[in-house]
């Protein structure tokens, strides 16, 4: 049976070693194949980063190439917005020589309006026009600096994004004459670096930093957003600038199919703005020329393999019938060793023990000392010869004789360790079957006090009984201190560990009161270190420049709109220096245009800057307010001082006029002369009575009132001049609309001022129409017509006193219904457009206290 289990044994590890090599042969070609694969693609990433290299290298060598020709333009071109040939001329010039990047060459004037410009196509089309792109004229006419960048407002090509470079041309004197601009299409730009070769490539793209494909030159890949292709959402600049890797494996689609391809990407600078040349490459295309040698490799494998049988069942044979041969010797010789061997092993275990360090011995059944090792005699000062053969081993450490550990254990009495043991504990071994072992202290055990480690375990004969017990015992008084002091330290440990965590959590508590604190504040604190990075923000609030996700970790110029990029950046570039200058912003936010104050300072003994951002709207408000009423102020003291002596000299000229017309009773031109001094006198008398209102306005009698009533009551007041126009009133009453609590004659005064400046606006035949809308608490009112509407420059003086551009008029008129729905407790806005109309919004509220 055993040989027949050896034999099959043989031949079972045969097969399997032969099919674990077939095995790696398979892996070994695998391998080879995946080796070969990856050495390719690397390579191949390689080469294509280098060309997309020297491709973005060429690109920003046509852009330098591009600033010094416009550079010595705008040294030609001393007073741009004059005529001169000459200027046309030289714009004429540098587009020949810069045709093959360049699609336009313009000159704009002081006012940002195209003079020159070269293709002439262009010239006529844009000439006249004002160029609107505000980062472009923000660093060329504010900050006197050339420009290089994105840039819109000329408008040559169709393409999604343009590349501009623009020079400011400066007088004698330093100031902003104008500037030349040039546009460069990103296609164009990059197409003049492509190699003739192309063949080691598909397709080329030029990426901006937001991560959109401003240029395709093969559009079978449907891809407009890189974004979509980055790893967490991350941004363009992100996954391109902080890559060691100039290369990126990434599935994209073409003609509907996903296929794998290698980006292989370098950097272009743009002015301050970073784009990338990309070259894309499927991957299919790259591993084409090794295809073949993958073939050759996977036949050769599985020749090998059939190499690998053939000498696997040749060897399997002939192993069987040397084995055969060897086990009939092998049984031979184990009879032999046998006996040899049971002598060498109990020759190996006396010379094991006697030689141990650790002192041991053993004794018989009859208690008696059978083994006295070497390590026994250094420890107790007797030697084997005086102990072997007598049970007087307890003679070093006791002086009356008494049991040890091996004594219970012959006798198999192990009950009545606890007699013999009791200041020390007797425990069972955990590592040998049977034994056990105790910790016991000796007073004045040659000379010193010791703790000994005592440990017996019994020993079997062949049929499993106790013929003799193996005792050692080892001196454990290092041990024994040391774990003493080092339960005193761990108690020293635990006290320092308690008054450490009382300590930290008084520190976390004047942390968090501390950061309460700052919180609490209101203005928000950033903490930065000196290249600009965010580390701390105090709180996150709505608006500000920082308006949603985590800021550490990021620049906090990332957080500022782009038309206030370039000063808060000159700003931080001050700050760095030295220069501590507050500055304002104003920004955008869910609750409307807001007023900031940033204040920038160092951080003591560190390189790290704050900065202190306080919201100062309410201020400006305030500050705003203060001003009008000021001038309002002034000018209804010197109107009221005006008003009161013109007053009476009007009425005695009004009745001296109807006296004399009573007694010489004109008629023909004199009576029309005596009508027209009349009418010039009422005139003059309204315009003392508007002085008067502006400078004493009365205070309101508030009582219920239908608003609709007061609108048509205030409608039939100017009947006659909307009449004569020949203008449609449409009225859009809700049914329904409560009362509201007004003076009734105020707001008739201020709607009829409303309704006579939109007949005057109006031409014959114009619309007014008014309507009215209420909401929970408060009443809405509009007045809309389609006259003449209000310039941008008049609308934020509508409401200044004397403020007109009529020809006939006091300029009170509106300055008095703002007076009026203010002292209503309501508000009045205006909306209006150069030739399409003007609309008042009046908001009053229902009860008005």
Sequence with gaps: MTKRRSLSYIRYSIWVT????????????????????????????????????????????????????????????????????????????????????????????????????????????????????????????????????????????????????????????????????????????????????????????????????????????????????????????????????????????????????????????????????????????????????????????FGLIAVVIITTVSIARSDVKRLRLKEELKLLREREEWQGRLLREKMTVDGIIEGSPVPTFVIDRDHKVILWNRACTDLTGYSSKDMIGTGDYHKPFYQEKRPFLADFIIDGNTESFEKFYTESRVVKSESIEGAYEAVKTFQNLRGSDRHMHFLAAPIFDEKGEVIAAIETFLDVTKEVELTRDLKEYAETLQNELGENIRLRKEVEELYSYLQSIIDSLPDKIYDLNRDGIINYVSRHL???????????????????????????????????????????????????????????????????????????TEMKELENKYYESQKLAAGGQRSAGIAHEGRNP??????????????????????????????????????????????????????????????????????????????EVIKEFPAGVGEVSVDQAMIRQALINIFQNAADAMDKGGRLRISLAEGDDRLTLEVEDNGCGIDDEDRPHLFNPFFTRKSSGTGLGLTQVKKIIEQHGGEIEVRSKKGEGTCFVITLPRDAR
Aim: include cysteine; proline fraction near 5%.
């Design 542 to 616: 709505e608006g500000g420049i920082h308006r949603e996700g985590d800021p550490q970790g990021k620049h906090f110029t990332e957080y500022v709109a782009p038309e206030h990029r370039d000063f808060v950046t000159a700003r931080w570039e001050n700050a760095r220096r030295g220069i501590f200058e507050p500055y304002e912003l104003e920004v955008t936010t869910r609750r409307g245009r807001r007023h900031l104050l940033l204040t920038p300072g160092p951080v003591k003994g560190t390189d790290r800057f704050v900065l202190v951002e306080r919201d100062i």
């Design 18 to 301: 032969a099919l674990t090599v077939i095995v790696l042969i398979i892996f070994l070609g695998l391998t080879v194949y995946y080796v070969r694969e990856k050495a390719i693609i690397e390579v191949f990433s390689e080469q294509q980063a280098s060309i997309a290299a020297q491709m973005a290298a060429r690109v920003e060598e046509s852009i330098s190439r591009c600033e010094r020709g416009m550079l010595m333009l705008s040294r030609l071109t001393p007073s741009p917005g004059t005529a001169g040939p000459e200027r046309q001329k030289n714009i004429e010039a540098l587009y020949g020589e810069l045709r093959d990047v360049v699609m336009a060459i313009v000159e704009v004037g002081p006012d940002d309006a195209v003079v020159n410009g070269y293709p002439l196509d262009v010239l006529h089309r844009l000439k006249g026009s004002k160029i609107d792109d505000q980062p472009l004229t923000h660093a060329m006419k504010k900050l006197n600096q050339r420009y290089t960048g994105e840039i819109s407002g000329i408008g040559v090509s169709g393409a999604a994004k343009a590349i501009g470079i623009g020079l400011p041309v400066l007088g004698p004197d330093g100031g902003y004459r104008g500037a030349v601009l040039a546009q460069l299409q990103p296609g164009l730009l990059l197409g003049r670096t492509i190699p003739a070769d192309r063949t080691y490539m598909n397709d080329f793209w030029l990426v901006d930093e937001s991560g959109v494909v401003v240029f395709h030159s093969n559009r079978d890949f449907a891809v407009e957003d890189l974004n979509r292709l980055s790893h967490g959402g991350e941004n363009a600049f992100r996954t391109f600038s902080f890559r060691t890797e100039r290369s990126v494996e990434v599935m994209l689609k073409k003609k509907g199919e996903d296929q794998k391809c290698i980006l292989a990407y370098a950097p272009i600078r743009f002015g301050i703005a970073r784009w990338w040349v990309v070259l894309v490459t499927p991957y299919d295309q790259i591993l084409v020329p090794i295809r073949s040698a993958s073939f050759n490799i996977i036949l050769g494998a």
């Design 650 to 727: 009007l009425a005695s000229i009004r009745m001296s006029l109807q006296i004399l017309e009573k007694r010489l009773q004109p008629e023909g031109n004199d009576l029309k002369r005596f009508k027209i001094a009349q009418r010039e006198v009422e005139h003059l008398e309204k315009l003392v009575s508007d002085v008067l209102i502006y400078a004493k306005p009365l205070i309101p009698r508030m009582e219920p009132s239908d608003m609709r009533a007061v609108v048509e009551g205030s409608l039939a007041m100017v009947e006659k001049a909307l009449a004569e126009k020949e203008i």
